[in-house]
């Protein structure tokens, strides 16, 4: 239901499960990401066994591309008047 995917979006939950094209399709929805970046402390990715080649080189800047929005949602957070330039 929709009430659900505002819920999930939210950031209540500390815990993701998800597979990789989910997880990089959030990035594109700004409730999405601040939901991740907010309150996930840890992400289960199913489907490991298939990250090889350029779709495994793809997960892995996906994945330090969320390390980043999380580190710059946080200190926003923390400091909403300070520039994306000082962080």
Request: hydrophobic share 40%; charged share 25%.
């Amino acid at each position: 239901s929709f009430k659900a995917i505002q819920k999930a979006y939210a950031g209540d939950y500390s815990l993701l499960i998800s597979n990789m094209d989910t997880l990089s399709l959030r990035f594109a929805h700004p409730e999405a990401s601040k939901g991740l970046c907010m309150n996930i402390d840890l992400i289960v990715i199913d489907e490991i066994h298939l990250f090889r080649g350029i779709y495994g080189s793809h997960c892995q800047m996906a994945l330090k591309r969320l390390r980043l929005m999380k580190h710059v949602w946080k200190k926003r957070h923390e400091n909403p008047s300070m520039s994306f330039s000082d962080i």
